[in-house]
């Protein structure tokens, strides 16, 4: 299994800063027969199912807002918020797909 | 508009038998290139892949649970059935069907609460 790791587990951050989660995974997630890498961010709102963000480590989902962006290449990866929001609250993962799927542990997202 | 919505038992014994189903709307698993994934959530934890079913019935499962598993579908009905053999209180989580575009699972159900429990 490849192992994600997130970093930091919790996250205070004031309204309208930056917030940065890390992950990193035990392999590299770039195909090279393709040049993409296999990763997705997903946004987790208490009660809620998870929300898609971001795949292909950088491709935004449809709908989802430009403050958020991930970035990253080989095994470390990161997810952006730019101008956190009251409504950005909640629980992010990331998740590689290059193998059978594995979720980082979580890193918890709140307002300082 | 698509929609996926989980049902099933809410509560089972041990080694008892989960079977859950998945029912699709606003797309077909009969489309080329669709799949249907399988996550669960155990209270208050991280989410954890369990398996995939493919348009064209190729099916994969999680390496630690794939002995217990297994995905299956019905075309007609639009309906994807989670089956997960001898059930232990450690298996207690909210399990969600997602739709798998891309690689990653863009369209998810509300989930299901199952409590493992004599």
């Known amino acids: 299994d490849i192992v994600m790791t997130q970093s930091p587990d919790s996250l205070a951050v004031s309204l309208g800063e930056r917030a940065t989660v890390n992950c990193k995974s035990s392999?590299?997630?770039?195909?090279?027969?393709?040049?993409?890498?296999?990763l997705a961010w997903y946004q987790q709102k208490a009660g809620q199912p998870p929300r898609l963000l971001v795949y292909?480590?950088?491709t935004r989902e449809s709908g989802v807002p430009d403050r958020f962006s991930g970035s990253g290449s080989g095994t470390d990866f990161t997810l952006t918020i730019n101008g956190l929001q009251a409504e950005d609250v909640a629980v992010y993962y990331c998740?590689?797909?290059?193998?059978?799927?594995?979720f980082g542990q979580g890193t918890n997202v709140e307002i300082k | 508009q698509i929609t996926l919505k989980e049902s099933g038992p809410t509560l089972v014994k041990p080694t008892q038998t989960l079977t859950l189903t998945c029912a699709l709307s606003g797309f077909s698993l009969s489309t080329n290139g669709v799949a249907v994934g399988w996550i669960r959530q155990p209270p208050g934890k991280a989410l954890e892949w369990l398996g995939v079913i493919y348009s064209y019935d190729d099916k994969r499962y999680s390496p630690s649970l794939k002995t217990r598993l297994t995905i299956t579908k019905d075309t007609s009905r639009n309906l994807v059935v989670l089956t997960m053999t001898n059930m232990d209180p450690a298996d207690t989580a909210t399990y969600y069907c997602?739709?798998?575009?891309?690689?990653?699972?863009?369209?998810w159900g509300q989930g299901i609460l199952v409590t493992v429990s004599s």
């Open positions: 292909w480590a950088s």
């Open positions: 998740q590689q797909y290059y193998t059978s799927p594995t």
């Open positions: 392999q590299s997630l770039l195909y090279a027969s393709n040049n993409k890498t296999y």
């Open positions: 997602a739709r798998r575009q891309e690689g990653a699972y863009n369209y």
